[in-house]
């Protein structure tokens, strides 16, 4: 199992989404409303298939959120999760990954490893960069093998993908379609994602985060419940079924709750039980 590393992808500033390219220094005041955190979920079971042999679910999900609209976004994810089966084994999946990406969506850079059962399983790494906003994406490799890639010109990267689907949920839309490369599958492939925006949620007091130190900070924000289908490509929508699901409720900053993974045989809930929220990092100079 994996989980995709956009999901939980802070947005830096959702009027990027209309100026894909813009450099720094013409950005509106809006655009340095960042919110740099560290969020840890607690995961559990949130359904099994009759057909899968899945007894319980433990783990957490650690991410964080750093950097500014001059010199970038950098995101760290902890994705720990113990998987039993109802003959009382257990199968523990370490997922790490660091990326770092423009705030124009012109060059990214990913590491993701992964690990079962305390043992190396995947690792990639490497860089993307678009040399123009029509361009071809030039994919370089450095794990598991040296290699070049090339990816569609409208495909996008993960804060640029959650850029994006805010800016769409603050302009009242419902849908938004996107190729999106992460760096996950051994950063062979970007997906296809299709996204369903739920209805606007004002500003108000969440039953789900109430408990949770430093959360209020979340009641005063706007949120809107989300849901991502992730295909493995455009032509694989057609046929009616995405290799996974996520669904959860995304605040006006970037801050996750109430996130479930749907893997098909089985789903695993994520409950937001930490956060801590960093000083918005300056601009040198």
């Known amino acids: 199992m994996s989980i995709r590393i956009l999901t939980l992808a802070t947005a830096a500033a959702v009027w ?14 809006e655009a340095l409303m960042l919110a740099p955190h560290r969020a840890v979920y607690d995961l559990e079971l949130g359904a099994a298939r009759a057909s899968s042999s899945v007894a319980g679910v433990r783990g957490r999900l650690v991410f964080e959120f750093t950097g500014n609209v001059c010199e970038g976004f950098t995101q760290n994810m902890r ?33 993701v490893d992964d690990f079962q059962n305390a043992e190396p399983s995947d690792a990639s790494a490497g860089s993307a ?18 290699e070049k890639l090339s990816l569609l010109p409208d495909t996008i990267f993960p804060v640029q993908h959650t850029i994006r689907l805010l800016g769409a949920a603050i302009r009242g839309e419902h849908a938004m379609a996107a190729n999106l490369f992460d760096g996950s599958d051994k950063g062979q492939k ?71 993974i749907d893997y098909g045989s089985l789903s695993v809930k994520g409950t937001l039980s930490e956060i801590e929220f960093y000083p918005p990092a300056k601009c040198p100079g």
């Open 16 to 29: 990027l989404a209309a100026t894909p390219f813009a450099c720094a220094g013409v950005l509106p005041p």
């Open 129 to 146: 960069d678009r040399p123009s906003e029509h361009g071809a994406i030039a994919v370089n490799l450095a794990k598991p093998k040296a």
């Open 79 to 111: 994705f720990v999760m113990g998987v039993s089966n109802r003959d009382g084994g257990e199968t523990m999946s370490d997922l790490r990954s660091t990326t770092w990406e423009t705030p124009s969506g012109d060059k990214f850079k990913f590491a």
């Open 190 to 260: 970007a997906s296809f994602t299709n996204s369903i925006i739920g209805k606007l949620r004002p500003a108000s007091a969440s039953a789900d985060i109430a408990a949770v130190k430093n959360a209020e900070r979340l009641t005063s924000l706007r949120s809107w419940p989300v849901n991502i289908a992730y295909y493995a490509s455009e032509s694989a929508k057609a046929e009616g079924t995405p290799e996974h699901e996520m669904a959860f409720t995304v605040y006006e900053n970037g801050v996750v709750s109430k996130l479930n």
